[in-house]
Each structure stands twice: as C-alpha cells, then as structure tokens.
C-alpha cells in the first residue's frame, strides 16, 4: 500500500486530504475486481462504498446516501451500469457518473442508453485517470 501513496506523490497530488472529501460509490458484479479497485481507491484517498450489483448501489441512492462520485462497470447481469447511471442521474444531478468496461456494446445495443451521455473509461484503465475525472 505505501508503494500507491508513493505513486500518489509521482502523480503531482502531493495531499491526499484534497481527494478524501469525494465519496465515490463503486459498483461492479465481478468480487475480485471490486475489492481492488477498491483498496486502490481508499489508497489514494478516496471514502469508497462498494456495492456488488446496479441494483444494490440504486437502493443506497434512493436511500439518501450522499456520494460525490459514482464509478460503475457498465455490463453486469440486471440492470445495467449505464441503466443506474441515468436513474442516478435523476436522484442526484451534480454526481460525477464515471462508466467503466471492456466491452460496452451489450449494454449499449440493448438500448439502455448512450454511453456517450456519461464519462467513459475503457478497461484496463489507470487510476491516475479516475482521479483526473474527479478532479474535473
């Protein structure tokens, strides 16, 4: 983990006190990929909750839960990230929505949306990425 605070001080973000106030809600089906991204995350500041499924993360908006930032994986069984994206678009304008995937076309060709409506990462993506976005 200190190897990742290091990167975090190459990466020209000197204070990670500025990353910690965006709460950043973390939403993928696959367990493996949601625990490291995770522990990358919270590495470099960030108060991360995770939720394993679309449906999951939409229950802790409609719940009133405040996030800043919501990182979704776009292709997961349900709903869709791009589907959560827009109904969390709809509970809380001003969230940061950033999409993620390696493959987005079944999302998108089942028409739930227009990816291009929400900030997109391609997988594999560095987190130095995400924290451009957030810092948008």
């Not at 993620?100 to 409506?117: C, F, K, R």
Request: a negative charge; proline letters at 4%; charged letters at 25%.
């Amino acid at each position: 983990m200190e190897a990742w605070k290091g990167s975090v001080a190459r990466a020209g973000i000197h204070d990670s006190a500025e990353l910690q106030a965006h709460r950043l809600l973390l939403v993928d089906d696959d367990p493996d990929l949601l625990e490291i991204t995770f522990e990358l995350l919270t590495a470099y500041g960030f108060d991360v909750t995770r939720a394993n499924s679309a449906e999951a993360a939409l229950a802790m908006l409609q719940d009133g839960a405040h996030f800043d930032i919501l990182l979704s994986d776009v292709v997961m069984p349900g709903m869709s990230g791009l589907q959560l994206a827009y109904k969390a678009r709809e509970i809380n304008s001003r969230l940061k929505i950033i999409l993620v995937s390696g493959y987005p076309n079944p999302a998108i060709d089942s028409g739930h949306g227009y990816l291009g409506d929400f900030e997109f990462l391609e997988k594999p993506y560095r987190v130095d990425d995400i924290l451009k976005l957030a810092e948008q």
